[in-house]
Structures are given as structure tokens and as C-alpha cells.
């Protein structure tokens, strides 16, 4: 993204340099569409130089469903951003979700080239694990290692450097179904945009909201969305399983329009305002009243709906429960579930239902609390704080990481042509001393260093 004319509203001097990168990231929800736009301060956190949130459409359970509609709110999200910002968005960082992405752990390995590991060996385990995990329809959209394991070692996390001979990795693989993607770029291009990065979108929540503590005692690390419900689970600092269900908080609003017949409006209102996750007594005497408009019928007399509290929550808890069945099946399905020392963190949209943990841990026996992205961004801003936009943010967080690494090995890259440059300078010097040497012939160098074996100093005295 290039800083056109970047006016901070701020009385004080930036924490940020005016060179500094700017990530944009965009969170392609069910229910909304956030962009954020981000620079990193001297500080280390994410200043965010302006957001937007529109509704989102054409977009089902995380995935394009309507190309024209997808393009018509991503344009506006996009605009929104810019107008405050004052800026132009050439790139973004986009998350992806949806019953279309599939995730898997993978290993292989090889014979450590000169007896230490480099970051050669690594690329090549990474492509060898692409190879494998290919599948025709389908594209790869992240490859992270886990650990590895090198001559009968155990659990090493970094193994560059590490003398050996044999070196076998365990790598985290997300690929999703290639139009999936297709179609989100289509999205992009039409407006005049290109994708910087692409991230699973339960890993980009993590990123915003666990903590490395949390992640090495062990972590669930679930988005409840509109369209989705995103999975994450660490143990030892690593991601060890990631998964998407295609349910989200649009199905409990489905539900209550149904059930208790009304706009989907409002039971999306109801929902946010007066539901509650799990059914206790005291809601059995509390009747809600709605009003329903009617400024385009011939008798506008009011007209009014009431919807008791207890049914409310009834409604609500039953369909949570079948989510938080299919969580329970990918928790079993990690091999991790008694392994969670930090717990279940809940975010997104869906965890501001209230005493939703209290659901959570009386179905699955697990301490369970809602996590907020604000560790990482420094703004004044407090509806950002909200777990809404986790994803969104961390997001930001994976494009800024992503930026660095990219730095790094442009450094590293650079330090090694230098270093060949100087190897090849040095390579000339000696050639050309050798050159120099051989002018005279190879037998005239040869009768010169005899005749100086023969000859006598003239320092010596002869006797």
C-alpha cells in the first residue's frame, strides 16, 4: 500500500516512521466486511490507521457465493478505509475459511547436506512436502513446521545450525479448493487490488488473541463467526490442529427467526441484545416486546411481538450445542483434547453471547474464557478491542510477520552475494598472480628458482 497523503489527526509526533510498511488486511466475513489498515510503531504494536466494517454479501459460510455482490462490499469496505486513511490500498492480506479448507499434518525427511542443517535442507523438506500434499483442485496455502527430529532427537523447534546426519520434519499443511481462491481474486482484481498473502483465518485469530504462554501449556482457540466456526490448537508453541465447521452464528439467528417468527433483523437483534446462551429459570417470567413497523399498511395501528426470554435461550443453547458437539469431535480428533492446560479461548462475533462459557464448559468439562485482540495494537479505538475483529487483526499481525521474514532473507540473500562477490574478487586476484607469474614462461620460473637455490648472497663472506 502506498502512503499518498498520510495526515495524522494527532496533536503529538507519530510513533512511526513515515517510511514505515503498511499492511492492509481483509477480513471476507458472512456477516461483515472489515479492513484494517496498520503500521507498525517503535514500539513494536500495530497502530491502526483506519478500519471499516460493512455488511457483507454475496459471501456463504466463508466462502464467494455471488461474485457481483462480494465485489460490490469489498469495494466499499475498501473505499471506507481509504477515505479515512487518506490513503490508496494497492495490496491486502486476505483470510480465508469455510467447509473448503482441509487441513492436515504431514512428515518427511532427509540426509543432512556438509553434517549441519541450513535453511536449504528446509526448503527442500517444505517442497518435498508440497509434493506429497498436492492435490489435484486444490491449492496449499500454508506449510508450517512443527518440530523435528534429527538423529533420533526429539522436539527440536529450530534446526538450523544443528549437526547431524539425518533430519525428519513434521509440517502443519492447509490447502483449500482452488476456485475457492480463484473466486475471492476475482473479487480482489475488480477492485483494482492485488492479494499480498493469504492466511487461514483461525490461525490469524490465534495470532491476535493467545498468548506464547498459552499456546505452550496447550490452547483450543475457537472463532465463532457468522458463516463459521474456526479451530486452532497449540501445545508446545505449535500449531498441532486446525480445522473450520460450516456452522456459525448465522444458523442461531436462522433458528430464532423461525421459531419464533420474525425478520431476520430481528431476530439478529434479539440475538445480540437479549439472548443468552444457556436457558436458566429466571428468564421463564421475562417477555421481550418488538414492534413491528407498519408505515406501508392501511391500518397503522402498532403492531407488537413478544418473545419469552426462556424460549429465547432455549433456541439459542440448542443449536450451540450441536456446534460445540462438532468441536468436541475435532478435539478428540487432535489427540489433544486432555492436553489444553490454558483451556478453550472463545472469540469472534459469536463469543459476546452471553454466558456462552458456561455452555462451553458444561458440555465439554473444559475452563473456558473469551480472549480480545488488544495485545498486539495500540489504538484508542475500543470497539477494535472487541473479539469481532480477532481476525482482522491478526491478520495484520501475519502480513507484518510475513513482511519481516521476506526482509530477512533479502538480507541473507544480500550478505551471501556480497560474500560471493568477495570470494570471486579474492578468486581474480590469486588467478591474476598466478597470470603474472606464468608471463615468463612455466620452464623460466622454474630455472629461476633454481639459479637462486645456487647462488651465493653477497652478505656472505666466502671462504
Known amino acids: 500500500m502506498e502512503i499518498l497523503n498520510n495526515n495524522t489527526t494527532s496533536q503529538s509526533e507519530p510513533n512511526f516512521s513515515i517510511d514505515s510498511p503498511v499492511v492492509v488486511a481483509l477480513d471476507i466475513g458472512t456477516t461483515k466486511i472489515v479492513t484494517l489498515v496498520g503500521v507498525k510503531n517503535k514500539f ?109 532427537v526429539n ?116 440475538k445480540i441484545k437479549e439472548g443468552y446462551a444457556m436457558p436458566f429459570d429466571e428468564l421463564k417470567t421475562k417477555n421481550l416486546r418488538l414492534v413491528r413497523s407498519t408505515e406501508n399498511l392501511l391500518d397503522k395501528s402498532e403492531q407488537v411481538k413478544t418473545v419469552n426470554a426462556h424460549t429465547l435461550a432455549e433456541v439459542i443453547n440448542s443449536r450451540l450445542e450441536e456446534i460445540i458437539q462438532l468441536i468436541d469431535n475435532q478435539l478428540e480428533l487432535s489427540g489433544y483434547k486432555d492436553k489444553l492446560s490454558s483451556g478453550i479461548i472463545l472469540t469472534g462475533g459469536g463469543s459476546l453471547l452471553k454466558n456462552i462459557k458456561d455452555v462451553f464448559m458444561a458440555n465439554l468439562g473444559i475452563d473456558t474464557s473469551v480472549g480480545v485482540p488488544n495485545q498486539h495494537i495500540s489504538t484508542s479505538i475500543e470497539e477494535l478491542k472487541s473479539p469481532i475483529y480477532s481476525t482482522a487483526i491478526g491478520l495484520l499481525i501475519l502480513g507484518f510477520q510475513n513482511l519481516e521474514e521476506k526482509s530477512d532473507n ?40 633454481i639459479k637462486d637455490l645456487f647462488e651465493t648472497p653477497d652478505n656472505l663472506d666466502n671462504t
Open 44 to 152: 513494536g504494536k500495530i497502530e491502526i490507521l483506519a478500519y471499516s466494517n460493512v455488511p457483507s454479501k454475496g459471501v456463504l459460510r466463508g466462502a464467494v457465493a455471488n461474485i457481483k455482490d462480494a465485489t460490490e462490499s469489498i469495494g466499499k469496505s475498501i473505499k471506507e478505509a481509504e477515505a479515512k486513511c487518506k490513503a490508496e490500498i494497492a495490496e491486502v492480506v486476505v483470510g480465508v475459511a469455510g467447509q473448503y479448507i482441509k487441513s492436515i499434518n504431514q512428515s518427511t525427511s532427509l540426509t543432512i547436506s556438509n553434517d549441519e542443517v541450513t535453511e536449504e535442507d528446509i526448503k527442500k523438506m517444505m517442497e518435498d512436502i508440497k509434493q506429497i500434499s498436492q492435490k489435484p483442485g486444490e491449492k496449499i496455502i500454508s506449510i508450517i513446521p512443527q518440530d523435528f527430529i534429527i538423529d533420533n
Open 155 to 270: 522436539g527440536i523447534t529450530n534446526p538450523i545450525g544443528y549437526s547431524g546426519k539425518h533430519i525428519k520434519g513434521n509440517f502443519h499443511v492447509v490447502s483449500v479448493t482452488e476456485s475457492i481462491i480463484k473466486n475471492i481474486n476475482k473479487c480482489i482484481q475488480a477492485n483494482n487490488l492485488s492479494i499480498q498473502e493469504i492466511f487461514l483465518e483461525p490461525i490469524a485469530s490465534a495470532a491476535s488473541v493467545l498468548t506464547d504462554e498459552q499456546k505452550e501449556a496447550g490452547v483450543c482457540l475457537i472463532d465463532i463467526g457468522g458463516g463459521t466456526t474456526d479451530i486452532a490448537i497449540y501445545h508446545g508453541n505449535i500449531i498441532r490442529h486446525s480445522a473450520v465447521i460450516p456452522l456459525g452464528g448465522n444458523v442461531i439467528t436462522n433458528d430464532i427467526k423461525e421459531v419464533c417468527k420474525l425478520t431476520e433483523k430481528q431476530a439478529e437483534t434479539l
Open 410 to 449: 533479502q538480507r541473507n540473500n544480500s550478505t551471501q552475494s556480497n560474500q560471493m562477490q568477495t570470494t570471486n574478487a579474492q578468486d581474480k586476484q590469486i588467478a591474476q598472480e598466478l597470470s603474472n607469474k606464468r608471463k615468463g614462461g612455466f620452464l623460466s620460473g622454474i630455472m629461476k628458482g
